[in-house]
């Protein structure tokens, strides 16, 4: 799977599939693809990825107290 770094604009691919839609983690691990060489694998804050649309990932991604229930 690959998202967008936030700060950089550079895609990321991710190694760990189920870190990015378990909200128990906060970090995924993933590598940079920019350049003409395999980047280093590396930790990226769920918080500084999106999707590469620019669409932010879904809150029960990121939050594992969310529920999805709406009080009114």
């Known amino acids: 799977m690959f998202l967008k770094h936030k700060l950089t604009g550079n895609l990321v691919e991710v190694l760990t599939l189920e870190q990015v839609y378990e909200p128990s983690w906060e ?40 529920n999805g229930a709406t009080t009114n």
């Open 27 to 66: 970090k995924v691990e993933g590598r940079f693809h920019a350049g003409q060489e395999m980047q280093d694998a590396r930790q990226f804050e769920k918080s500084n990825l999106i999707f590469p649309s620019g669409e932010s990932l879904p809150q029960c991604w990121i939050d594992a107290e969310y």
